[in-house]
């Protein structure tokens, strides 16, 4: 290999979770009718019918500037705050909304606002794996703070013994990818009081970034509560990519709290961060369609019935499998420890799964709830028959 040809330069620095899809042979059969692809929450099915009739009606201009350049639009930034006041109860006002290229953006621009060089930003594990590259990109260090193994809750006591001079940020996602879990108001509280307090010891603020693209994909009709009902310096990433299952269809925001005691200068810096990000603003036809996308959401009674298929019947079969509160996956134990391994033996079969070990959880696998029905059905056979392969004692896992 060539050290100084720009092209192998670049591919060696894709996060790890990127280089795995595009080196393991589900790159090669994506979209194969044969596989059973559970691997990330993309759309399997056809598109929400709501969702191409808003985008075929706004496509058409009403005025000379329809698709020309756009900031965070005021409709935009109003029905965003509208919703998130709702939502949370908390009165977010639309000039603390910058719209943008979905919770990518939003996060990657948070990070921008917030970052010093050198500074922390706290991960619960396990995570989504983008957060770790997009923290990197902004020169900002992640410190990783492992959940509560049983309950899967964020350990407050972890979180805080990870604080220190340099902690700008915890970021929170709940519900949770890849856990499923929702993160109590109670729990939320706990973690506000303890990091409030590191913080005035600190004598700066440390912000949550509160990552809420499930907020609206939850089970048994749950209601999420956000850090930003207590805790003012919080910043709010949401997207309509799952909402809607259109991630390619790019529209997200952040949101600064009202309460938040930097409110201004971090207000006055959004544009120039949205800039500097390289135009971090959704296109003009995502903004001019909100009002009719926003009150679009797949069919969650559907997603409810493929979670407990795939929960009650892997269980059954001896998988150690918890049922997600929220969001859209589920994350069994590997029969085996090496989950690589174990992901390797399912790919054998058509059934790609994406091992945990790509997101600090090694010894389990994920599975998007996303997979067709057709798909979820035809797999049953083969989680049993590769659990069997494995010659793993079945008490065992389960215990
Ligand atoms: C937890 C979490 N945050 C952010 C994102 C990015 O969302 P989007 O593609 O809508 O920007 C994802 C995508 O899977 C996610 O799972």
């Known amino acids: 290999m060539n050290d100084n040809d720009p092209t192998t330069t670049r591919s060696r620095e894709l996060p790890p979770l990127s280089r795995f899809l595009a080196e393991s042979t589900w790159a090669a059969r994506r979209g194969d009718r044969d596989i059973m692809d559970f691997m990330l929450a993309s759309p399997q099915e056809?598109?929400?019918?709501?969702?191409?009739?808003?985008?075929?009606?706004?496509?058409?201009?009403?005025?000379?500037?329809?698709f020309g350049y756009k900031g965070s639009e005021e409709p935009a930034r109003e029905l965003s705050a509208r919703t998130l006041h709702e939502r949370t109860g908390v009165p977010f006002k639309p000039d603390?909304?910058?719209?943008?290229?979905?919770?990518?953006?939003?996060?990657?621009?948070?990070?921008?606002?917030?970052?010093?060089p050198g500074a922390e930003v706290i991960v619960n594990?396990?995570?989504?794996?983008?957060?770790?590259?997009?923290?990197?990109?902004?020169?900002?260090?992640?410190?990783?703070?492992?959940?509560?193994?049983?309950?899967?809750?964020?350990?407050?006591?972890?979180?805080?013994?990870?604080?220190g001079a340099a902690t700008r940020?915890?970021?929170?996602?709940?519900?949770?990818?890849?856990?499923?879990?929702?993160?109590?108001?109670?729990?939320?509280?706990?973690?506000?009081?303890?990091?409030?307090?590191?913080?005035?010891?600190?004598?700066?603020?440390?912000?949550?970034?509160?990552?809420?693209?499930?907020?609206?994909?939850?089970?048994?009709g749950a209601r999420p509560s956000s850090p930003a009902e207590v805790y003012a310096n919080t910043l709010v990433v949401y997207s309509w990519g799952k909402q809607l299952m259109a991630p390619g269809q790019r529209i997200g925001y952040l949101a600064l709290h009202p309460e938040m005691p930097d409110l201004e200068a971090l207000r006055d810096a959004l544009f120039a961060a949205q800039l500097a990000g390289g135009f971090n603003v959704p296109s003009a036809l995502m903004q001019h369609a909100l009002p009719d996308l926003d009150p679009l959401t797949i069919d969650l009674e559907h997603l409810q019935r493929k979670r407990d298929r795939l929960v009650s019947t892997l269980g059954s079969i001896g998988y150690d499998v918890r049922s997600p509160e929220g969001a859209v996956y589920l994350l069994p134990r590997a029969p085996i420890a090496d989950d690589m391994t174990f992901a390797g033996l399912l790919a054998d079969r058509d059934l790609f799964v994406l091992p945990g070990s790509l997101f600090d959880y090694p010894g389990h696998f994920r599975l998007s709830l996303t997979a067709s029905d057709d798909m979820i059905e035809r797999s049953l056979p083969h989680f049993e028959a590769a659990l069997r392969e494995t010659g793993a004692d079945q008490a065992a896992i389960a215990s």
């Open 46 to 66: 056809m598109p929400l019918p709501g969702v191409t009739a808003a985008l075929k009606y706004w496509s058409d201009p009403l005025t000379k500037d329809w």
């Open 96 to 116: 603390d909304i910058a719209m943008t290229n979905g919770a990518f953006g939003a996060l990657a621009l948070a990070f921008r606002l917030i970052g010093q």
């Open 125 to 163: 594990t396990p995570a989504w794996s983008f957060y770790e590259p997009l923290l990197l990109a902004a020169g900002l260090t992640p410190v990783k703070a492992p959940v509560d193994a049983t309950t899967l809750d964020i350990d407050v006591a972890g979180v805080l013994a990870a604080v």
């Open 169 to 220: 940020a915890v970021i929170i996602n709940s519900p949770n990818n890849p856990t499923g879990r929702i993160y109590t108001t109670a729990t939320l509280r706990r973690l506000a009081n303890a990091i409030g307090e590191a913080a005035r010891c600190n004598g700066r603020p440390i912000y949550i970034v509160s990552d809420e693209v499930f907020a609206r994909l939850t089970f048994d």
